[in-house]
């Protein structure tokens, strides 16, 4: 066991560095300790590649992957928006990690889309544990592709956690522009964490880099904020 333990320290630290990986689990440590009378289950179940590509459109989908407290509590804040004024659109929401931290800091709504349904079942379950305690955010969370997903009307913030690749990211990338045009230009952000289709972004004239953390060696981006408008 403890060599286990050692195992996952020695390859995060030297994934990640030390500064970085240490950030991340202790902020981890105090959010899941913070939160933890919501009893939210975000227990790992792997959905093999191959199983989702049977239902994505461009066969292009990637295993879900939890994204760290540490990044979620710094997205937000790039972009100046009140939490009340934010309505949140996750592309590929999980068992709901981030949607539940909108819920929690009061957002105006979250809205997530999964292909997997046990972790669309999921996600709905822990987005109902608060409203029972009270929490007043609104929520949709949907089984759908990110390609056919019809994005609706007060959407400011799009986040997306590696969750398909370049094909399906540059579909999303056209709804997202088309989206932001025919509602009077409005500025919508999108949040792209571990970004490794980042170039493709620099494609479109409409959106503009606002923020980029990196780790390590400082080549490799963990989080890139992006503004349509």
Request: proline share 2%; aromatic share 16%; charged share 25%.
């Amino acid at each position: 066991m403890l060599a286990n333990i050692y195992n996952k320290l020695n390859s995060g630290i030297r994934q990640y560095g030390f500064k970085y990986y240490f950030k991340v689990k202790i902020t981890e440590k105090i959010y899941n300790f913070k939160f933890r009378y919501f009893k939210l289950d975000y227990a790992e179940k792997i959905i093999p590649a191959s199983v989702l590509n049977e239902l994505a459109v461009n066969k292009d989908a990637r295993l879900n992957q939890a994204s760290p407290y540490y990044e979620i509590e710094r997205m937000f804040s790039v972009t100046g928006m009140p939490n009340s004024d934010i309505y949140l659109l996750d592309l590929g929401c999980g068992f709901g990690k981030v949607l539940n931290w909108g819920m929690i800091y009061n957002f105006n709504k979250v809205v997530g889309i999964d292909l997997d349904q046990s972790a669309i079942d999921k996600a709905i379950a822990n987005c109902n544990k608060l409203k029972e305690r009270g929490y007043t955010t609104n929520f949709d969370v949907i089984a759908e592709d990110a390609t056919t997903y019809d994005i609706p009307f007060g959407v400011n913030m799009a986040y997306v956690a590696n969750s398909f690749g370049k094909k399906t990211l540059k579909a999303v990338l056209d709804k997202l522009i088309l989206y932001s045009k025919i509602n009077n230009n409005k500025q919508v952000f999108i949040a792209y964490y571990i970004p490794i289709h980042c170039q493709l972004f620099s494609d479109y004239k409409e959106i503009t880099k606002v923020f980029e953390r990196f780790i390590k060696n400082k080549t490799e981006a963990e989080m890139a904020i992006f503004r349509i408008n």
